[in-house]
């Protein structure tokens, strides 16, 4: 079974660093891209970056660019998603996602992580 | 960025009735489209790519349809199932952006 699981909740205080994962399994995990997108509470889907683990291209959303780092270890098929120094508007669940093959919509998600952060 | 405007934001339906969901482009995404439901406290899943192919397990009852900066989803026979958030997205061009969702509840 294709599948990708993500690490478990989180609660953090602002300034404080944060490396989330992604372990996917089922599949030859370096020949897709997989990408990391944010859900802040009640509020819709936002498309953060991706990474393609073969080779750790990588390619992120202005709106996230400098914000966030995405990594790929595909000797552990693993992705990670991290801050060095948290916001309380950090607060939201993060997807991992991978793209299909032939195409590239998100054809396969993570459970997400929850991340909490305040004071 | 592509901004993908999706229509109307809430829409009331009877179970059995079909339902039809808008999403724009603001400029265009070619083919390259994607519909996802959400229900509360999951993961969004796949419904549709390139605008108009069902993914794997997709009932029948979910079509595409639509090119360049329209798009239009359609639900026929709603069921209780199907009651949740829907959203598009392009991935014609970096970032690859959603769109606001539609919220389908039962009326």
């Known amino acids: 079974e294709v599948q990708l699981v993500q690490s478990g909740a989180e609660i953090k205080k602002p300034g404080e660093s944060l490396k989330i994962s992604c372990k996917g399994s089922g599949y030859r995990f370096p020949g897709y891209w997989i990408g990391w997108v944010r859900q802040m509470p009640g509020k819709g889907l936002e498309w953060m970056g991706i990474i393609y683990p073969a080779d750790s291209d990588t390619r992120y959303s202005p709106s996230f660019q400098g914000q966030v780092t995405i990594s790929a270890d595909k000797s552990i098929s693993t992705a990670y998603l991290q801050w060095s120094s948290l916001k309380a508007s950090d607060t939201a669940i993060y997807y991992c996602?991978?793209?299909?093959?032939?195409?590239?919509?998100?054809?396969?998600w993570g459970q997400g992580t929850m991340v909490t952060v305040s004071s | 960025d592509i901004v993908m405007t999706q229509s109307p934001a809430t829409l009331s339906v009877s179970p059995g009735e079909r339902a039809t969901l808008s999403c724009r482009a603001a400029r265009s995404a070619t083919t390259n489209l994607a519909w996802y439901h959400q229900k509360p406290g999951q993961a969004p899943r796949l419904l549709i790519y390139g605008a108009s192919t069902r993914a794997p397990g997709i009932p029948a009852r979910f079509s595409g349809s639509g090119s360049r900066t329209e798009f239009t989803l359609t639900i026929d026979s709603l069921q209780s199932e199907d009651f949740a958030v829907y959203y598009c997205q392009q991935y014609n061009n970096w970032p690859f952006t959603f769109g606001g969702g539609t919220k389908v509840e039962i009326k």
């Open positions: 996602a991978r793209h299909g093959l032939t195409h590239d919509a998100f054809d396969v």
